[in-house]
């Protein structure tokens, strides 16, 4: 499969705990996105990043949350100290110059 | 503020009927502008994109738009509806002179009826 992949696809922790998820993006793609997507609600940008280089981050992204790229193909997205209010669906999409965003099956959150 | 409306919340047609799901966006300077259909639980699926040229871009699954420059719309259609069609589309759009972020609208459920 050489698509967008996501690990874990579901995550259930209780409050206050520390939760880390993963993406390969197609291999080939030097653009890799973080988005947020809560019920009935269309996908919050997060992050991005260009090769290993995090180029923007949200204002949504508070000090509990961090990104990194290290190499420049996988990407983690790390929660610390999570809230109710970070249950959510974690989007993570690659793309190249062309800007067609390739999504990942997403992980889902849910903090008890 | 760069903005995606999607006005309807919710879309219902009949099976066979045409379908249309409306997007209008404000934007400085020309807009990139797509359409992404997600099944449940799962992510987006690319549909179509405009960038420039023909101002009727034709997609996957026999979906099409039609960006309208001076009404600000990039509305998705269908000439036959299926069953299969139901799901949830989001349109987004790119402003010209920011290609990182792509903003996206809240989404409407299309529900195709038997």
């Known amino acids: 499969d050489t698509g967008v992949s996501q690990d874990p696809r579901h995550k259930i922790t209780k409050r206050g705990q520390n939760v880390t998820f993963r993406c390969d993006p197609i291999s080939e793609h030097n653009r890799l996105y973080w988005y947020r997507q809560t019920l009935g609600q269309g996908p919050e940008f997060l992050t991005y990043f260009q090769n290993e280089a995090q180029l923007e981050k949200s204002r949504l992204l508070s000090d509990r949350f961090s990104a990194e790229r290290p190499k420049g193909s996988f990407s983690t997205l790390e929660i610390q100290r999570t809230e109710q209010g970070d249950s959510a669906m974690y989007l993570c999409?690659?793309?190249?110059?062309?800007?067609?965003?390739?999504f990942g099956e997403g992980s889902r959150l849910t903090v008890l | 503020a760069q903005s995606v409306a999607q006005p309807e919340d919710q879309v219902n047609v009949a099976e066979g009927n045409p379908l249309t799901v409306k997007c209008t966006y404000s934007?400085?300077?020309?807009?990139?502008l797509f359409w992404y259909v997600q099944y449940p639980n799962r992510g987006l699926q690319f549909l179509l994109k405009y960038i420039t040229g023909d101002n009727l871009v034709k997609g996957s699954y026999g979906f099409e738009a039609e960006f309208n420059k001076s009404q600000t719309s990039f509305h998705l259609k269908k000439p036959s509806a299926l069953v299969s069609d139901s799901a949830l589309y989001f349109c987004?759009?790119?402003?010209?002179?920011?290609?990182?972020?792509?903003?996206f609208g809240k989404g409407t459920r299309l529900h195709i009826l038997p």
């Open positions: 999409a690659s793309s190249l110059k062309l800007r067609e965003l390739f």
């Open positions: 987004a759009v790119i402003p010209m002179n920011r290609d990182d972020k792509i903003i």
């Open positions: 934007v400085s300077g020309n807009p990139y």
